[in-house]
């Protein structure tokens, strides 16, 4: 069997086509039905996220099916096959196996180390497991990928550090205070990083969060979002005292909030901090406002060079990453090539333990007069030196990584001991395809 990767991703497709290609929008379950009836897949998994959509599959004939697989994206997604061709890549063997290492680890995603990948990987393989279009080749394949995943995180810095601005501030804002359960905040303005950076502090668990915007329907729609209240747009001088927390982002050509503002506010506060994240642009608090004793200020440009430190830190990690995946891969690569050598295995065993049985069936009479304990040590005794005999070949056979070695030396035994067909024995290893069809409605174009 043979592996073979076909995708689209980030690296290779604009948005416009990834959208189209993503198998959640007909669900992967229905995709899963219809690749598992292609004659020559044996198993396969569908992996799809906002930024790829991956068919992995083990089969005997990686050139045809690969066209096949190019056609079903096509058709499955009603994409034109020329539309679709130019940005689909395939790989096969080692080079997938490697690709969905890196994938696990976070080495090939849009933002590196992103922990989200790795989760995505482990819902494509349940799917696909649940669904029983996974044997052997794929469990090994996933599940050793999982573990490549948690070993790059572990071992390296590349998934430390916030690589968001906005949650970049919500770190520092957990420097600060702690935890920020009891914390209270105000948002000033409605945008969309404002909404980012009020959803960030919501899983964060803050107290309460008041939003205020000139647009009073906007400052509705954005507190309803984070179970907020709004506050009206004049009052927000009179929020400042409660608030620990203050974001702006209203992208107003003058200040919102000025140093006196500040000053008034922190009077009565004694020793109570305040943090602001003015991520407005022009900015909307008076920057001298940070030099108030117990006021942390931060604009927008020293939440970039914190994200852009931590992204430099981050790709600082690419090459250690690198590196165990590569590791991981020949320690997979060696297993898989070792699989080669298991039917010839399991052939000379069994013409082994043939002749040993037969040559006691003969000397049967002879051994009527031995207790039943001693014909059990003759059995024992044989089956031993059976063992003894197969234990060096068996070894050096799985610990050949060259595959034409392997397969020169499976013929020679072959030949050498008369071993039949292994054809039959893998039949027998292949996955009954027990997924039921999925009914199709008719698609419009």
Known sequence: MKLILLGASHHSAPVGLRERIDFSRRGVP???SVLSEISDITEVAVLST????????MCSNPVSVGQVLVSFMS???????SELAPHIYIRHDTDAVRHLFRTAAGLDSLLVGE?????QVKDAYTTASQHQCTGALLNRLFHWSFAVGKRVRSETGIGEGAVSVSYAAISLARKIFGSLKERNVLLIGAGEMAELTATHLRSQEVHQIRVASRTAARAAALAAKVDGETVPWENITTQLTSADIIVTATGSTTP???RRDIDVVMQPRRDRPLFIMDIGLPRDVEPSSGDIE????YNIDDLRSIVQE??????????SGELLVEEEVDRFVIWLRSRAAIPTVVALRRRFESIRSSELSRLEPKLASLSPESRQRVDEVTRLLVEKLLL?????LKSINDQEMVAAYADALNHLFNLPDKSSDNDAEKRPRLIPPVARSPRTR
């Open 310 to 319: 931590n992204l430099t830190r981050r790709q600082s990690q690419l090459d």
């Open 50 to 57: 906002c930024n790829r959509s991956e068919i992995y599959a």
């Open 30 to 32: 229905e995709a899963l």
């Open 392 to 396: 060096a070949p068996t070894e050096h």
């Open 256 to 258: 919102i909030v000025t």
């Open 75 to 81: 058709s499955y997604h009603d994409v034109p096959e």
């Open 115 to 119: 922990p989200q990948i790795l989760g």
């Open 294 to 297: 117990q006021v942390f200020l």
